[in-house]
Structure formats: C-alpha cells, structure tokens
C-alpha cells in the first residue's frame, strides 16, 4: 500500500545561516530509511507521465520501486540503464518543470520527490557498489569528442559502451565543462564530479585536455588524424554583456568569470590558492537563472554582507530552479525583481554603484513571457562594490570560426538535423547547449545521447 | 606534462625556457599566446610565444618574474615540467601589405615582437626596431634582431647601453629625420604603448599594439579581458591580442590592470614570509 502523505519526505539540510557561510554541500541527503519512506509515496500509476518528462527517459516508477523495496543496487542498474550522471541530475535538474512535474501525486499535494531519490540511489552506489568489470569489444572506430560537460560527457560514454574508442578534447585544464567550473561546490560538489568523470574514463574514454578545438586542432585536423566521427559539446561560454554604460568599471564580473575563479581555481579557498577574487561587502548580480542564484550564494559565502538579484522581470519569469530561488532567499539573498540596470555607476575606476530603473509588465512578448516595460522617472541607484553580470551565455565562436560548412544561426548556436544531431557537416554532430543557447545538464545529456545513436548508426555501416 | 628543455636567465627578472608541447608548436603563429599553469591549485597565466620550433614540437617563452606565480616558474629548471600550457590562443599577428616596418620593444615587449618582426623579414618587408629597457640588462634580445633587422637602435633610461632616453624620443628622430615606414609595431608595458601611439599618430604612422590583461581561461569564457577599441568591448583573448594602437582606450587598459593590485601585494608578502 502506498504512503499516501501528501508531503516530501524533508530533505535534511545545513541551516541558512550556517551553510551561507561554507562551501559544502546544502542539503545532506536522504537515509537509507528516508529514502524508503519517500519512494513508498509513489503509486506506480499505469501511464507513468514522470518518464515523458524526462528529457532521457529513465525508467522512473521502476527504480523508485526498488528503492522502497531496499535494493538500491538495482535500483541504480536501472537509472543507469538511461542515466549515466544520476548523482549530478538528482541534484541539478529542474524537476519541477520534468518528471515532478507530471507526478499524478503533485495534483493533490506534493509529486514524488523523484529527484532526491536519484541522488540518494547515486550516492549510495558510489559508497557502497562494487566497481564492474567491464567487458567491452572494440569495434576499432574512433569519435572525438570536443567538450566535456554533461553533452560531451553523455555522448562519449554511450559510444564506449557501444565499444568506439572516443577521445575527449578539453580545453581548460581540468575535465568538466560547466559542472567543473560553473555550478558551485555547495550545490554540486567536485568530488562528485570527479567520480561520474571516472565512470567515463574507466569504460576506455580518454580525456585529452588543455587542448582548444579551433585553436589548438580544427574540426578538420581530427578526421585527418583519423577519427570517423566528431561530436561538438562546446557549450555556451561566452558571456553576454548588458552593453549599459560602466560595464569596463573594476568590480564587475560577468558570472562566467566570477563562477570560474571560485569554482575551477579555488578562489573559495581565499588566501590559500593564487587566483584572487574581489567580493566586496555589497553585490548586486543582474540576471535570475541558476547562474545567477549560484553567483549570488558564492558572494555570500565569500563574505559579502548584502547581495542582490536584480531582474527585469516577475517572480513568475524567474528561470532558475525553484528550490535554488528559495535556498537563495533563506540565505539571505535580496531579490530585486523588476527592476531593469540602466548604467553602472563609479568612482576612480572602481564601481560604486548600478542604476536601475523599475519595471512593470505589459503584454506577452516573442519568449511568451510577460515584456517589462519602464517606469518613466523611478530610476534610482543600489549602492555595490562589485556587479556581476550573470543575463546569459551564448556559443564560443571559436569553432564555427575555423570549420567550413558548418552552418550556425544568427545568434551562433549550430545548426542540426533534429532527428540526428548532426550539423551540415558530415560526420559532425552537435549537442547541448552549443546548438541551444543555454539551457540545462539534462538537456544537454539528451543530446548527447541522441548523437550517440545516431553516430552509432552511421558508422556501424562503414 | 609539460617539460621543459632548456632554460635561459636572461636578466634578474627575464627568464627564458623552451618548453615541449606538441599541439601549440605544430600550429601557433607569431603574435598568438599560451597559458600555463603549475601546481595543484596553480593560476592560469597568459604568456606570449616568443619563438616555436615545429620539428622539436618546441615553444619558447618568455617571462618576467612579477608575482608568485612566476616567482614559482622561476624555480623550475631543465627537465622539470609545467602542469598545464595551453594555445595557440588569440589571433595571428594581423599583417598589412607593408614594404618598411618599424617595431618598438619594451622590457620584456621584445620576447612577442621578435616573432613577428622575424616573420615579416621572411616575408621580404625590411624591418628597423627599437628597443628599450630601464638598464642594459634590460635589454634583451638585441643579437637576435640584429640578425635581420635593418637597423637596431638601443634606448636605455639610464645610458648604460645604446643611447640614454625613451624609445619614444628615437621614434620621434626617426620620423624628424624623414625616415618612412608603412607600419609601426610596438608591444611594451602598456604606458610606453600609449606614448608610442601618441607619437606615431600625429604623423599616422599606423600602429599596432598586443595587449596582455588579466585574464583566465584565453579562450573567451571569463571576459576579464576586456578592452574597450575603437569604443566596442573587445576581448584580447579572443580577438586580440593585437589591436589598432589608434583606437585602444589605454588609460582603462591600465586601470583594468590595477584590479588585484591589493591581493598581489598580500601574495607576495606571503611568500616572502614562507
């Protein structure tokens, strides 16, 4: 008989106060026992909607069954049938708007806590199961693989399960991608990282860095050096600016750069580590995705004593996830929705101030979301040392720069066959957030997956 | 890893090391850059490329010791390795149709501008260059432009070698004496950059300057490195890291420098402590 408690089993986690002045993880996870008790909620519903909003299709109702059955084993083999980072998605996905999302039981009181019950099968494994021998037969085909986030990271283990020998090329020192240097360490921990990598590198994957696909090799290069196959996981990496006045002022980050000094070089280790960074006591961060959320919880760890989101638009456009506003908020974190930076203010080069102007919404626009629009003569000024800029990244040009034929939209994003992921380039492949814009892991993971079989399927004639 | 074959002091605060690393040696050009780092938690730190040799798959760099983590890569010798060295990043030096060049060096300026100066004589333009230093142990480089440069005029603040004053001031009597060239390149700390600029632009002799903020990644990611030209951000990793002397707005390119001017401060003293 199924738990019919209309709530979430809680999720343990560190108190706001403390926790927004450490980098270790926010929530603990569940028990073996709190685990069992949430998975007990599910009712195993004929149609099994969670699956349709799964963006890889993991066969939901039947891990979570062996998780309130006890065997956290099998329920692992099952997520890992279609997942290959459950410890990272039970973390970072936005389940609200996916499998939670169509949980029958969220229409009478809470879904099923799908994404906490993924992370604790995941972490349970990487503590206790057993490393498996891997027998895998190589077909003697290569793909190169350029990117290791979660695009790069899904499409490469695919293939080496299908048995290709894949290289990884990265172009930061350490593998990754945006989970290495974007998403920080109280939400997604390194260590974690380093583990679902190690799944990776142990099905025969290697892992190429400092290597930068348009610079240090081109798309041409590889299939020269022999690979049949090339998979671009690039990402979106390039940071978008506001283009407002003071934006060149000391103190102002864009969320890449800031993100980056505190997560891939250890800034969170202050004096400790050589990368600096400057936080300063007051921080305004414009934008409210993830990104932004994770900027502003890093400023407030790092010592800041009023942080900021300021947003152009509502509460009910705020794109990041929903538990992450609310983290935010609990840590103190001050939300400036509709509010609109109009220049960034400063004082001998240093910033000193960001200029806002409020916002009301009018009609829908082209993202189907409410369009702010100004209120005339409501400008005033957040007093900040330091800004971060954190609206949005779009593709590295890097790549499309130095491939012929491979055609890119306007915006940069690479174009691809929908049904394959392959760009008009032959034997090259695309996915993630290179051929979205930004978007998220799980997305990404998708495509990397879908690439994978068609990859799979073009050359296994050859 | 990354080994290092040979090591050069050149000054007290110059060092040279030629380092092997296939992937940058089989592709970069002059005017591109690499970054290197060392250590477990170590910085990223650009650095030009002052020659490349494609059959040893070797790069040479060049390297003033300014902060710690060059103090660090100073204490590495022959056979010790880098963690990470990564490029070519940036773009080509871009080269105009020129008969006559005039190249400008600065310190340490001279270890990027000799690839350039060097690939432009093998292409058949005649090259003159200036280069300056604080003392003669400054300047560096000399005998190897001397190998296809024209004329090679010496500046030192102090007279110890070539002629005392400013490169500026031998720019100046080049132009006064009707010397012509099609273009001027000059790499250098930024403020002789700017003063360069503003002795060459009265008499549009065209300019180009390569451009070294801070920055981490080299490949676009992070935007530290902007730079406002011509009154559009640009970023030198990326776009850069030469630009038109002309158009670069120096006086923010060296307040953008001075961001971490504190915390430098405090690392070092740390490690002068240690």
Redo the contacts between chains.
Sequence with gaps: MANMSPTKVPMPQQDPDIRNKNFDEVATGYTAEMAMEEASRCINCKNKPCMTGCPVNVPIPGFIEKVAAGDFEAAYEIITSENALPAICGRVCPQENQCEGKCIRGIKGEAVSIGRLERFVADYHMQNGKKQELNIEKNGKRVAVVGSGPAGITCAGELAKKGYDVTIFE???KAGGVLS?GIPEFRLPKSLVAKELENVTDMGVKIE????IG???TVDDLFERGFNAVFLGTGA???N?L?IPG??L?GV??A??FL??VN???GY?K??????V?VGKKVAVVGAGNVATDAARTAKRLGAEEVYIVYRRGAEEVPARAEEVEHAKEEGVIFKLLNNPVAIHGED?WVKGIEVVEQQLGEPDASGRRRPEPIEGSNYVIDVETVVIAIGQSP???IRQTTEGLETQKWGGIIVEEETNETTRKNVYAGGDVVTGAATVILAMGAGKKAAKAIDESLKEM | MYKILKKEIMNEAVIMMEVDAPYVAARCEAGQFVIVRLGEDGERIPLTIADFDREKNSVTIIFQVVGYSTEQYAKLEEGDAFDDFVGPLGQPAPFGKWNRVLGVAGGVGSAPLYPQLKKLSEMGVECDVIIGGRSAEFVILAEKFAKFCKNVYIMTDDGTLGEQGLVTKKIQELLDAGEKYDHCIAIGPLVMMKFVVATTKPADLHTTVSLNPIMIDGTGMCGGCRVTVGGETKFACVDGPDFDGFLVDFDECMKRQTFYKEEEHACRMRNAAN
């Excluded at chain 1, 860095?209 to 930068?212: A, C, D, F, G, L």
């Excluded at chain 1, 004096?271 to 600096?276: F, K």
């Design positions: 172009a930061l020192h240097y860095t400092n290597v930068v610079r240090s090799l990496g390039l940071p600016f283009r934006e060149n000391l980050y864009s890449n750069e980056t000094r891939l070089m250890k280790k004096d400790a580590v050589p990368t600096p400057k080069g590295n040009p890097l």
